[in-house]
T-cell receptor
Framework: GNSVTQMEGPVTLSEEAFLTINCTYT??????LFWYVQYPGEGLQLLLK?????DKGSNKGFEATYRKETTSFHLEKGSVQVSDSAVYFC???????????FGQGTELSVKP | DGGITQSPKYLFRKEGQNVTLSCEQN?????MYWYRQDPGQGLRLIYY???????QKGDIAEGYSVSREKKESFPLTVTSAQKNPTAFYLC?????????????FGPGTRLTVL
């Protein structure tokens, strides 16, 4: 069946460090891929998405590229800020009622 | 402003009681979803509805029930049959249709069973 695997957290970085959070997926065909962010005590917000192979999603300095050959959608940011501290979820949707399948989430903590 | 509201933000329940969580959206979305989030885990789908008066079970529907009598509303009832109901519950909606459509999330309800 369809599934998403993320790197385990927590990830702790210093401000202005480079961020990578790995995400790989298992699915037939061409799912849509998403990164959501959750700040403490809140719901999820869409960070970026990609709907076909080789698409790059980007938002707020974050980027991720849909790699069909490696079934990956790794999240990157060149210079993190303290305000980026949150939990990041990778997810896929395969047009089965628009349902999302989530990875387990990766907690990011950025220190000043 | 369009969005999704969930109430209450915190809910306490005694064992053996049913409790209903509210979810309302004014985005004119056709599809609505309920997810459960446990510490250190991803979100798991409880129920979803693609149209009024119709809904489907998700991956962990046992011990839960829903209704979809109005497009804007999708309440979730946590019944006494749910063995471990303490969790953070998130409601979401999207316009339906293809897999590329973003889901919009509410702020969540934290349920604690005493």
């Amino acid at each position: 069946g369809n599934s998403v695997t993320q790197m385990e957290g927590p990830v702790t970085l210093s401000e202005e460090a480079f961020l990578t959070i790995n995400c790989t997926y298992t699915a037939t065909g061409y799912p849509s891929l998403f990164w959501y962010v959750q700040y403490p005590g809140e719901g999820l917000q869409l960070l970026l998405k990609a709907t076909k192979a080789d698409d790059k999603g980007s938002n707020k300095g974050f980027e991720a590229t849909y790699r069909k050959e490696t079934t990956s959608f790794h999240l990157e940011k060149g210079s993190v800020q303290v305000s980026d501290s949150a939990v990041y979820f990778c997810a896929l949707s395969h047009n089965q009622g628009g349902k999302l399948i989530f990875g387990q989430g990766t907690e990011l903590s950025v220190k000043p | 402003d369009g969005g999704i509201t969930q109430s209450p933000k915190y809910l306490f329940r005694k064992e053996g009681q049913n409790v209903t969580l509210s979810c309302e959206q004014n985005l004119n979305h056709d599809a609505m979803y309920w997810y459960r989030q446990d510490p250190g885990q991803g979100l798991r789908l409880i129920y979803y509805s693609q149209i009024v008066n119709d809904f489907q079970k998700g991956d962990i529907a046992e011990g839960y029930s829903v209704s979809r009598e109005k497009k804007e509303s999708f309440p979730l009832t946590v019944t006494s049959a749910q063995k471990n109901p303490t969790a953070f519950y998130l409601c979401a909606s999207n316009m339906g249709g293809g897999a590329g459509n973003e889901q919009f999330f509410g702020p969540g309800t934290r349920l604690t069973v005493l």
